[in-house]
């Protein structure tokens, strides 16, 4: 397993600032889109203007409660398989968070370098693109989404709460929730996910079959790994698994993290006004996309 100390003291770190912050003074705005004051600073998005991409960074896109601590958990086993070097998380591993001085800190560090991001697809630095760095790009039903984004406010003790469902539902659906709206970053992803060196993954594709995931996840990033490792890495990298170990890997917060990692919990909290308006809101903004039929918004979010 990976050492994850940096990972944890960047959690703890968070939460610490959490403790004292009141939900009505969380976020900033920077570029249109509200960010937690505890994670990112104007400084280092400045920063981030001079990251340097390297062609071999693999690129992990997601937008918050999408499963992006799953996909990159997968991916470090991935390079211990490929390379039998364990990842060592030297940053905390998304690229936006952190002080202005940890792009230059990760000139150092050794390929392939991991960067996970919650950017929507305009924010992202160009050298990304310039170096065509491969990026994975992970989705989920926005419901569950929404449902796990509100659970991890509400149920982590330094978190900031909602009120209630209610409120957090209608924060969500403007928007006015940390790295701005689903839909925003959706319809931004969806001109792009045809593009060279992108590749899309469904959290509830990964949930139905995941072996078959990691294996395509393994040819998108060229690792060389035999069907049994494959099997060996899937088994690891259940829900169970990784919640058996969230407080080793994760902290305080990990049971948090790893809450309940099911597909349809949504339809413990939406009552039906609030599933019309998540179902217009789907067809306004994604319906007859090709991101919108990827979604499969029909089995998973229509009750
Ligand atoms: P729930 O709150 O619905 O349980 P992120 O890592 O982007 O913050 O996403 C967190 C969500 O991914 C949580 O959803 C978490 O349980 C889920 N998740 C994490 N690891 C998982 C796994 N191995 N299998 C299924 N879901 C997982």
Redesign the pocket.
């Known amino acids: 397993m990976a050492n994850k100390s940096k990972f944890i003291d960047y959690i703890d770190g968070a939460l610490e600032k959490s403790k004292e912050t009141a939900l009505s003074h969380l976020f900033f705005t920077y570029q249109g889109i509200p960010y937690p004051i505890t994670m990112c600073t104007s400084e280092t998005f400045q920063a981030l203007d001079t990251f340097e991409a390297r062609s071999d960074d693999i690129v992990l896109a ?1 937008y ?7 996909i990159l ?1 997968i991916i470090s086993e991935l390079i211990f398989a490929d390379s039998k070097k364990k990842y060592e998380y030297p940053e905390f591993p998304v690229l936006e968070c952190g002080d202005p001085e940890k792009y230059q800190r990760m000139k150092q560090f050794p390929s392939p370098r991991i960067l996970a991001t919650h950017l929507h697809y305009d924010k992202l630095p160009g050298s990304i693109f310039k170096n065509k760095a491969k990026i994975l790009v992970i989705f989920r039903n926005p419901k ?1 989404t929404a ?2 984004f509100f ?2 406010h509400n149920d982590v003790p330094d978190i900031p709460s909602y009120g209630s469902w209610d409120e957090f539902f209608r924060h969500f659906m403007k928007g006015q929730v940390s790295w701005g709206s689903y839909f925003d970053f959706a319809i931004n992803w969806n001109k792009h996910l045809d593009d060279e060196n992108v590749k899309f993954v469904l ?1 509830e594709d ?2 139905e079959n995941l072996a078959a995931g990691i294996k395509q996840i393994t040819e998108f990033f060229g690792f060389c790994l035999t069907g049994e490792q494959i099997q060996t890495i899937s088994a690891r ?3 169970q ?3 058996a170990k969230s407080q080793e890997t994760h902290g305080a917060v990990g049971p948090f ?6 597909v349809g ?1 949504w339809k413990n909290l939406f009552n039906e006004t609030q599933n019309q308006e998540m179902d217009e809101k789907f067809k306004e903004c994604l319906a007859g996309t090709s991101l919108g039929g990827k979604l499969k918004y029909e089995s998973y979010c229509q009750a």
Not at 257 to 262: A, Q, T
């Open positions: 997601s918050p409660k999408c499963g992006s601590n799953w958990h569950d449902v796990s659970h991890f959290y990964l949930k990298s259940t829900f698994a990784m919640r993290l790893f809450r309940k990692g099911e919990d």
